[in-house]
């Protein structure tokens, strides 16, 4: 069976792509055939997949408004050992079609039934909102993995998340779940980040990855190349934890699904 996992949060820049990246190519590197869905017309996880988005013959945005078959979307990304759903500017316009459309909510979910491809796992990055493309990810997942760095307003908005995942557990979609929050971008030299990590795993438990993602600039560095960090420097310390985070998440995954 796949399983199909978001990597959301409505802030901006916290490290959702930079995870949904990382983690699709360590989860390649673990040998899983994965999907990495870009739910964000930025198209940063598509450019950072080494995917030219602006040269795509078909994007996410005719999956969703005129029921393309998603596998004639779907391009490989090469180097990095996965495929790409790959979205660009085009998407934005999405949101205020699919308005009208019919199950509008349940678009992404009604394309990923419908694929031919065996994968294990899809990941759909989402983009900064709460948005009808968002909810098209949380309708199609069965969990979401919530990226956040340990500083003082960590907590501010993630609410707001949980609200809407419990919304649509409720109304939309039953398997929903929380997977785990990720602490990211993490300096273990700045005690109030070491305050908030030890804080965050003490009230949320075993809902928080034992895995930690430092600061690491080779991950910031990694998608001028057009490549996920962990092939553009593999002995990285931002690479090797995203490596870790590749085992743990597939350990507790199979604990999930049986
Ligand atoms: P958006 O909300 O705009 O989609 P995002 O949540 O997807 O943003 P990213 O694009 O992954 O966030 O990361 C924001 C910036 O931080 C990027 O420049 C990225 O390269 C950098 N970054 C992400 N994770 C790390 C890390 N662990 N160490 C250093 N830089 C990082
Ligand atoms: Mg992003």
Redesign the pocket.
């Known amino acids: 069976m796949t399983k199909i996992f978001c990597v959301a949060?409505q802030?901006?820049?916290?490290?959702?792509?930079?995870?949904?990246v990382n983690l699709a190519a360590s989860l390649a590197a673990h040998q899983q055939r994965i999907l990495l869905v870009d739910l964000?017309p930025?198209g940063?996880a598509t450019m950072g997949s080494g995917v030219e988005k602006t040269a795509c013959q078909y994007t996410l945005y005719e999956v969703l408004v005129d029921e393309l078959a998603l596998d004639n979307a779907c391009v490989r990304a090469e180097t990095a050992g996965y495929d790409v759903l790959p979205a660009n500017r085009e998407l934005a316009g999405a949101e205020v079609e699919l308005v009208n459309l019919d199950q509008r909510e349940r678009r992404l979910k009604n394309a990923l039934f419908s694929s031919k491809q065996r994968y294990d796992f899809v990941l759909i990055?989402c983009?900064?909102a709460l948005s009808l493309l968002t909810l098209n990810g949380l309708c199609a997942a069965q969990g979401v993995i919530i990226?956040m760095q340990c500083e003082y307003f960590a907590l501010e908005g993630l609410s707001d998340l949980v609200n809407t995942i419990q919304h649509v557990h409720a109304n939309l979609n039953r398997d929903l779940r929380v997977i785990g929050l990720l602490r990211?971008?993490?300096d273990s030299r700045i005690t109030l980040q070491q305050q908030v990590s030890d804080q965050l795993k003490q009230h949320f438990g075993n809902k928080v990855f034992n895995t930690i993602?430092?600061?690491?600039?080779r991950?910031?560095e990694?998608?001028s190349h057009g490549l996920p960090g962990i092939i553009f420097d593999r002995s990285s310390r931002?690479a090797q934890a995203y490596l870790r985070l590749g085992v743990e998440f597939m350990k507790y995954t199979q604990t999930l699904f049986i």
């Open positions: 949060n802030k901006g820049g916290v490290g959702k792509t930079t995870t949904a964000d930025q940063n990055d983009p900064p990226p990211v971008m993490f993602i430092p600061r690491n600039i991950l910031a990694a998608p931002g």
